[in-house]
């Protein structure tokens, strides 16, 4: 008998498990599900990987399907709300899986796409919701959706809807939710105002934290190369050359690359790395904000089938990211937060796995360093440049003023952009202060570049906000109108 059949979980639901292979628990499942069986509210610390999203579907499917109910016109009665696009996706597509031989309907929905397609599929109402925050509230606004029929709620990623500005949402998210339901507040980390925001939502909740943030994956080697910003680019188009050529097993000094994932600090710089890796003939994509919803999905698909094995990343994008076989992580650019190095990390070393993780450091980067050992009590083990690296470096060719759309673009005006001088903007559709406005005052943004902001609000195309009695129907105008 597995520990999930020792819980008593629905028999469809152990079925499904069963299918997935999935007999032990993670330490969170194992931590978390017996409370959450019981009805109570959870706060729970833990990262991205850890087992989270079985977490909360289990114990959530269990009980919905203990107590059927017919599904409200526009309302639903689990709500998922997690702050990027990919998150979401994984995390229905996931539920969907343990809910297979249940009979429950799971929804999702986020930017990038058509606002009315998402607004007719929730018009019989569905059981479980997962969404973005923007586009939640579009279709609330639009009276498409309602929140009054909740009965469970969690709050993914707290930290990271934070950073994004997803503060004031969040509110009006709470002040719509029901005063009787089932919380979960899930965040990697727990400063003081996220615990704030946490009251909002949880009452007498059980705590749960595993995986602390200052923990690094113990089983990831971590390097540092100390280089100058301008010679960055070379130094990680010879690293991946080494560590992708045929013979990387025995040659490469830091083993061959299954995936890598390379960070960089804005969307613009992300696609001027894909650029020089195109023409250095390595095949890679970038995934952020000024991409499409279709490009940033076959990008992710590309990464998880194999076929693309770098894929360049901001920290946002990335957040939704969750694809086993990552090798190495590439830190082109350093971040100023500490624990988001962390994160970065943790994408590697996954079900066992080693893993490599290499810091190119340019001079002004130093402190970001020091920071990152103090919070986890690891010293980066300096690495050197590869031998004859200037050679090798004047050898490269440089890019093509225009790449492949479908390796290195910015998106375009598909996605809500728009072109000047060369360079994408997100277009600023009449923001008001129920919307994140990003982090677009950081000080360590280099000039000419915006760093990535606002998550899936970045590209949202303009809100829909129909007027008067007509509900779902002037909602569909407006779509319609807004092409």
Do not use: W
Request: aromatic share 4%; glycine share 10%.
């Amino acid at each position: 008998m597995s520990y999930f059949s020792e819980l008593g979980l629905a028999e469809p639901i152990l079925r499904a498990l069963e299918a997935k292979g999935y007999t032990d628990p993670s330490p969170i499942q194992r931590k978390a599900i017996p409370s959450l069986l019981e009805g109570r509210d959870l706060l729970g610390i833990a990262q991205t990987g850890t087992g989270k999203t079985a977490a909360f579907s289990l114990p959530s499917l269990h009980r919905l399907a203990q107590d059927p109910k017919p599904r409200q016109n526009a309302g639903c009665r689990m709500l998922v709300l997690s702050p990027t696009r990919e998150l979401a996706a994984q995390i229905a597509e996931n539920m969907r899986g343990y809910a297979k031989f249940l009979n429950l309907n799971v929804q999702c929905i986020f930017g990038g796409v058509p606002a009315g397609k998402q607004a007719r599929a929730l018009e019989r109402g569905t059981d479980i919701l997962v969404a973005t925050p923007g586009r939640l509230l579009d279709l609330i606004d639009s009276r498409a959706l309602t929140l009054r029929h909740v009965e469970i709620f969690v709050l993914d990623e707290a930290d990271q809807m934070m950073d994004l500005g997803f503060i004031v949402p969040l509110k009006r998210v709470a002040a719509l939710l029901p005063k009787k339901r089932q919380s979960l507040f899930f965040s990697a980390t727990m400063p003081q105002a996220i615990a704030e925001l946490g009251r909002q939502f949880i009452n007498d909740p059980v705590r749960v934290e595993v995986a602390p943030q200052s923990t690094t994956a113990e089983r990831v080697e971590q390097y540092a190369t100390f280089i100058n910003q301008a010679e960055k680019q070379a130094l990680l188009t010879i690293r991946l050359r080494e560590c992708l050529a045929p013979d990387a097993a025995e040659k490469a000094e830091h083993g061959a690359i299954d995936r890598a994932l390379v960070f960089t600090r804005t969307k613009h710089g992300a696609d001027r790395v894909v650029r020089h890796l195109v023409a250095a003939g390595i095949p890679a994509a970038a995934i952020h904000g000024n991409k499409s919803q279709a490009q940033r999905t076959a990008a992710l698909g590309g990464f998880r089938q194999g076929t693309v094995r770098v894929l360049v990343a901001t920290d946002i994008a990335a957040r939704g990211i969750d694809v086993t076989g990552v090798s190495h992580v590439y830190n082109f650019e350093i971040p100023n937060v500490p624990e988001q190095y962390v994160h970065r990390i943790g994408r590697t070393a996954r079900a066992g796995a080693d893993g490599v993780a290499i810091s190119f450091v340019a001079p002004d980067e130093k402190p970001y360093i020091r920071d990152i050992e103090r919070l986890t009590r690891v010293k980066l083990e300096a690495l050197g440049l590869p031998e004859d690296f200037t050679q090798k470096a004047a050898r490269l060719p440089a890019p093509s003023r225009k790449a492949p759309e479908s390796q290195a673009s910015g998106g375009g005006r598909r996605d809500g952009s728009r072109s000047s001088g060369g360079r994408s903007q997100p277009r600023r559709d009449g923001q008001r202060g129920d919307r994140p406005q990003g982090d677009r005052n950081r000080s360590d943004a280099p000039r000419g570049d915006r760093r990535e902001s606002g998550g899936e609000e970045g590209e949202r195309k303009r809100r829909f906000r129909p007027r008067g009695p007509k509900g779902l129907g002037a909602h569909k105008a407006a779509v319609k109108r807004a092409g």
